[in-house]
């Protein structure tokens, strides 16, 4: 186990700066102006940034009224993100496209419709459940996972008819195969790895994964600590690793990028999104190391480029390697959006 290189090679800094470099999932302390400079000068050119998780309908409203003070606020860094031109866009200007997303439908309620309201507001990813039940649907730490419900049905009809992407990332073994045979478009892990090479809830079965890029999905190889069989002494290289899994069982066709970056998050934020429902405790967090860190050589957007780096020492040629930064995302989200 080593850590990833410091220093980029011009050959990596070169392809770098020519990909569209596309994060699959970040939840980072939004509104931290630090977060934002770093996804700019990281040279990330979009993330699906999370703006709900437990969040019910008017928390969820106010989240995306303060993502429109913050595209005002710091325009010198991000730009929305609501069509593909948005993120080509983007990528000239040298700004960090916003995605917004919601690990969770619930902020909906039992309205299906809601979605329309929120599409128009910018919302173009949407996880179906997260970690537990919802109307929808089981999540991947639930009891019991009993599949889809009506409702959920329903809204993947919705979302599908929007040109919402699905994410199952968080959600029950039974609840994804289930999304996958009944979505009409392809849908996503964005921030997810092979349960196979470690075995841990919140990753993957290998019939999923199969079953998810068969259709034209994407997995976006997930960053964060705890997926990783290292835990928080893992490394650059342990995340390359669970990349070269994925492409090993799906090609480099399918296989991206969603770190998962909590960057300026507190302990009492990890014990809201591990509590039941944002409430109930749940999920312990006491592990978590405050400050909160991340991968050695992948930490921040300002080590994107290091995941580059890797690619091409191990023998990723530049057009794979550009795939995998944030072509693969790109294809899929000008299959599923609706651009007008």
Same mark, same amino acid.
């Given at each position: ?148 419900? #009506?409702? /959920?049905?329903? !809204?993947?009809?919705?979302?599908? @008819?929007? =040109?919402?992407?699905?994410? &199952?990332?968080?959600?029950? %073994? ?43 999905? #994407?997995? /976006?190889?997930? !960053?964060?600590?705890?997926?990783? @069989?290292? =835990?928080?002494?893992?490394? &650059?290289?342990?995340?390359? %690793? ?99």
């Amino acid at each position: 186990m080593t850590a990833g290189p410091s220093v980029a090679s011009a050959a990596a800094r070169r392809l770098f700066a020519e990909a569209v470099v596309i994060d699959g999932l970040d939840t980072s302390n939004w509104g931290d102006e630090q977060v934002f400079r770093e996804l700019r000068d990281g040279g990330v050119t979009a993330v699906n940034a999370t703006c709900a998780i437990w969040e019910g309908f008017e928390e969820a409203l106010a989240n995306i009224t303060a993502w429109l003070r913050w595209f005002e606020d710091y325009a010198d860094y991000i730009r929305p993100v609501r069509r593909v031109a948005d993120i080509r866009a983007a990528k000239a200007e040298g700004r960090a496209g916003i995605i917004l997303g919601w690990q969770n439908a619930a902020p909906v309620g039992n309205d299906v419709r809601r979605f329309r309201l929120f599409h128009a507001l910018g919302v173009r990813i949407v996880q179906l459940t997260y970690n537990e039940r919802n109307l929808f649907g089981n999540g991947c730490w639930e009891r019991h996972d009993d599949g889809l419900s #009506v409702i /959920g049905l329903a !809204a993947i009809r919705e979302m599908n @008819r929007l =040109g919402i992407l699905i994410d &199952l990332s968080h959600v029950g %073994d039974r609840t994804v195969l289930e999304t996958i045979e009944h979505s009409e478009q392809p849908v996503a892990f964005t921030h997810a790895n092979a349960r196979s090479q470690t075995d841990y809830p919140r990753n993957k079965t290998d019939e999923a994964i199969r079953a998810l890029t068969g259709r034209g999905g #994407v997995v /976006g190889a997930n !960053a964060f600590p705890a997926h990783h @069989r290292h =835990g928080y002494d893992s490394t &650059l290289d342990d995340y390359l %690793d669970a990349v070269d899994y994925l492409v090993d069982m799906v090609g480099d066709d399918q296989v991206a990028i969603g770190t998962d970056f909590c960057m300026g998050r507190s302990l009492e934020w990890f014990d809201w999104i591990g509590a039941s429902h944002g409430r109930e405790p749940y999920l312990d967090s006491g592990d978590v190391p405050q400050p909160f860190r991340l991968l050695q050589g992948f930490a921040s957007p300002l080590e994107f480029v290091n995941v580059a780096e890797g690619l091409l020492r191990r023998g990723y040629s530049e057009d794979a390697a550009r795939k995998i930064l944030g072509g693969n995302w790109l294809r899929l989200f000008g299959e599923v959006w609706r651009d007008d």
